[in-house]
């Protein structure tokens, strides 16, 4: 009695070990990629405020052939900055989203070879004719959450990496984000990240 007690709750705690793990590791996986696509709007927006400055800076400097190509070499490094740093961000987000698939495939078949393993032992003792259909309808019900998890990750993700969409094209709610600095020290943080100071000189027109 002991024993068959203890086959059956073990039969019971694999799945929900299993199912557990599966929750865990899809509750980070989102999390992590929602992280980085508001990282990477946040990058976006503030590039759009640091570049408008700079834009409107050529309009006041454009009779001045010196400042004017200067703030042109500046507005192409700043690119260069701000390039590296969305294309690691999208870099960063598709490893999340292939290790967050890779760990769920590989709980999933841990899923399946338990499922296959309790349909066996079922027909091996009792046949067919016994609870088989009930136990393949109970390990099926299993396998919806994983069906969800990958759906929503999908879903969450798409835009970004769809063949049918451009990874790297801004959302147009992005280009019409107020172009001004609400504060000074904004300001400087701004040039800090995508036209710092070198050791050559300062910047023109600052």
Same mark, same amino acid.
């Given at each position: 009695?002991?024993?068959?007690?203890?086959?059956?709750?073990?039969?019971?705690?694999?799945?929900?070990?299993?199912?557990?793990?599966?929750?865990?590791?899809?509750?980070?996986?989102?999390?992590?990629?929602?992280?980085?696509?508001?990282?990477?709007?946040?990058?976006?927006?503030?590039?759009?405020?640091?570049?408008?400055?700079?834009?409107?800076?050529?309009?006041?400097?454009?009779?001045?052939?010196?400042?004017?190509?200067?703030?042109?070499?500046?507005?192409?490094?700043?690119?260069?900055?701000?390039?590296?740093?969305?294309?690691?961000?999208? #870099?960063? %987000?598709?490893?999340?989203?292939?290790?967050?698939?890779? !760990? *769920?495939?590989? @709980? $999933?078949?841990? /899923?399946?070879?338990?499922?296959?393993?309790?349909?066996?032992?079922?027909?091996?003792?009792?046949?067919?004719?016994?609870? #088989?259909? %009930?136990?393949?309808?109970?390990?099926?019900?299993?396998? !919806? *959450?994983?069906? @969800? $998890?990958?759906? /929503?990750?999908?879903?969450?993700?798409?835009?970004?990496?769809?063949?049918?969409?451009?990874?790297?094209?801004?959302?147009?709610?992005? %280009?019409?984000?107020?172009?001004?600095?609400?504060?000074?020290?904004?300001?400087?943080?701004?040039?800090?990240?995508?036209?710092?100071?070198?050791?050559?000189?300062?910047?023109?027109?600052?």
């Amino acid at each position: 009695m002991d024993q068959v007690f203890f086959i059956k709750l073990v039969n019971e705690i694999i799945p929900f070990l299993l199912l557990t793990i599966i929750g865990f590791v899809s509750y980070n996986g989102f999390k992590k990629n929602q992280n980085l696509i508001s990282e990477r709007e946040d990058l976006v927006k503030r590039y759009i405020l640091f570049r408008g400055d700079k834009q409107a800076r050529l309009k006041i400097y454009e009779n001045d052939e010196q400042i004017h190509r200067e703030l042109l070499k500046n507005i192409s490094n700043s690119w260069k900055h701000f390039k590296k740093s969305y294309d690691q961000c999208m #870099l960063k %987000l598709a490893n999340n989203v292939k290790k967050t698939k890779r !760990i *769920l495939l590989l @709980l $999933t078949f841990g /899923l399946i070879i338990n499922s296959g393993r309790l349909i066996g032992e079922e027909y091996y003792f009792f046949g067919i004719k016994g609870r #088989l259909t %009930l136990i393949i309808l109970k390990e099926l019900n299993y396998y !919806i *959450l994983i069906i @969800l $998890t990958l759906f /929503l990750l999908r879903l969450q993700t798409q835009r970004f990496f769809s063949l049918k969409s451009e990874v790297f094209k801004i959302d147009r709610e992005v %280009l019409f984000f107020p172009n001004s600095f609400s504060t000074e020290s904004e300001h400087e943080i701004l040039y800090n990240e995508f036209d710092p100071i070198n050791v050559e000189g300062e910047r023109y027109g600052k």
